[in-house]
């Protein structure tokens, strides 16, 4: 609903028209008639900032249009939108009066609102997030897909993924990630990549399929986690695991071998006193 109104800038006077008992949740003789009761009425956080847009109003305007949160009846703020006309005087220009409609604008606002937190973790995550049409153009690219690519957001903007981020092997991968998302709404697994700067990574990719009102599918929504630094620690670990288990494996073929020649060093030592000759007992010592 909609609630029209008169403001008389001389006298402060308030005439509510129509609709306004029933947008703002109070009989008319609660809402008041005077401007500093419809001004007590607007959240703490809103009187000046919309005191201060009314008096930047450019003086050649004739319109105003205004945003702020206004106290139900039930005690709880709504967003309005409060638009309209000025009445000037006629020599000097000087605004007499306003003549306004309100309307409750709370679920669009509440909308907005929750967009632009969406948008903040978006840009404030750590992961590269970009939006690809279904012909594999990109249409978002985050802070940071800017910081891990090297593609500026302007660069990215539009441009194909598959040869913004071109590596070997990685255009299967992304084309089977595709397939499979269209089919099955989602798809995760490893892919390679290459920077701006030409540098080879290994990411992990979530691919989440966006759909139109009607249930169509419209884009892909796509993540990137670097792994680059994790695989190379992981090589590291897996190579200094078999020089260990070389060393293991050579320390137990030398224990098995020293086994076997005990008994034999032993009847050596037994045989060395009862050798006759002392060419015999030169080739017991060898």
């Given amino acids: ?5 008169d403001l008389d800038l001389r006298t402060g006077a308030v005439v509510w028209g129509e609709g306004a008992e029933r947008l703002l949740g109070h009989p008319l003789e609660e809402l008041g008639r005077t401007r500093k009761q419809w001004l007590g009425r607007i959240h703490p956080l809103d009187q000046i900032p919309t005191l201060e847009q009314l008096e930047n109003i450019p003086q050649e305007s004739d319109r105003f249009d205004l945003y702020y949160r206004f106290k139900h009846g039930n005690g709880h703020y709504v967003w309005m939108h409060d638009s309209g006309l000025f009445v000037r005087c006629c020599s000097a220009g000087k605004v007499l009066r306003m003549l306004g409609m309100m309307e409750d604008v709370t679920t669009r606002k509440t909308a907005e609102e929750k967009i632009q937190q969406q948008a903040t973790l978006l840009e404030r995550t750590q992961d590269a997030i970009m939006v690809r049409n279904l012909e594999g153009r990109i249409e978002y690219w985050n802070r940071s897909a800017e910081r891990l690519y090297g593609w500026t957001r302007e660069e990215a903007h539009g441009r194909m993924a598959r040869e913004l981020l071109k590596a070997s092997g990685g255009r299967d991968r992304s084309l089977k990630a595709q397939l499979t998302t269209l089919q099955t709404g989602e798809w995760s697994g490893e892919i390679q ?8 990574l290994t ?3 979530r691919w ?4 139109g009102n009607a249930g169509q599918p419209t884009a892909f929504l796509v993540t990137h986690t670097d792994l680059t630094e994790k695989k190379l620690l992981e090589a590291k670990f897996l190579r200094a695991q078999r020089l260990e288990s070389i060393g293991a494996l050579a320390g137990g073929v030398a224990h098995d071998l020293n086994n076997v020649f005990t008994p034999i060093l032993v009847s050596a030592q037994m045989l060395d006193g009862r050798v006759a000759t002392p060419e015999d007992q030169n080739m017991l010592a060898l």
């Fill in 1 to 5: 609903g909609r609630a029209v109104y």
């Fill in 193 to 200: 990549a290459l920077t701006k700067e030409g540098r080879e």
């Fill in 203 to 205: 990411v992990q990719s």
């Fill in 208 to 211: 989440t399929l966006l759909r």
